[in-house]
T-cell receptor
């Protein structure tokens, strides 16, 4: 499978615990995005990287959330001190920026449940 | 920032009929408008997109129209089939699509 992959696919954790998700984009894609999707809603933009640089962060991304893309390939999203309101599907997407507008390819997502 | 509204939230049609989903956006600088299809438990997948330099784009049974003046765009699916049943999301962004805003989605059900 040469598409975007995410691990784990499901995560159940207790409130207050830290969790980390991983996203592996399509190999030649230099842009990587994180979204959060709750039931009945569209994906909400969280942050994006161009190569290893984190270029934009949404106001939704509180200081408990941190994302990295250390070598410009895979990315991790960490949530510290999880809250029940963090329960959602976390989607990763990647694209190849060429100066024109390009399709974002989504991964299967990581479903987080905070008990 | 950009705000995208999508209507209707649910849509049920008979197989073979047409389905239309409408979205409005607030940021006049938005110039890229993709539509994604998300089947239950699966990832969103792009089905068609349009840029602000064109007013209409068609791909087989799917078409999208854009009215920049009114800041709205629509998805049209003709000759619907049961496999078209899914949640459809519209989105809008400026150049470089780094902050894409999605609508809340439309659950389309095509009855055989």
């Amino acid at each position: 499978d040469t598409g975007v992959s995410q691990n784990p696919r499901h995560k159940i954790t207790k409130r207050g615990q830290n969790v980390t998700f991983r996203c592996d984009p399509i190999s030649e894609h230099n842009r990587l995005y994180w979204y959060r999707q709750t039931l009945g809603q569209g994906p909400e933009f969280l942050t994006y990287f161009q190569n290893e640089a984190q270029l934009e962060k949404s106001r939704l991304l509180s200081d408990r959330f941190s994302a990295e893309r250390p070598k410009g390939s895979f990315s991790t999203l960490e949530i510290q001190r999880t809250e029940q309101g963090d329960s959602a599907m976390y989607l990763c997407a990647s694209s190849f920026e060429t100066g024109s507008l390009n399709e974002q390819f989504f991964g299967p997502g990581t479903r987080l449940t905070v008990l | 920032g950009e705000n995208v509204e999508q209507h209707p939230s649910t849509l049920s049609v008979q197989e073979g009929d047409s389905a239309v989903i409408k979205c409005t956006y607030s940021d006049s600088a938005s110039n890229y408008f993709p539509w994604y299809k998300q089947e239950l438990g699966k990832r969103p997948q792009l089905i068609i997109d349009i840029r602000s330099n064109v007013g209409e784009k068609k791909d087989q049974r799917i078409a999208v129209t854009l009215n920049k003046t009114a800041k709205h765009f629509s998805l049209h699916i003709t000759e619907t089939q049961p496999e078209d049943s899914a949640v459809y999301f519209c989105a809008a962004s400026r150049s470089n699509n780094n902050d894409m805003r999605f609508g809340a989605g439309t659950r389309l059900t095509v009855k055989p």
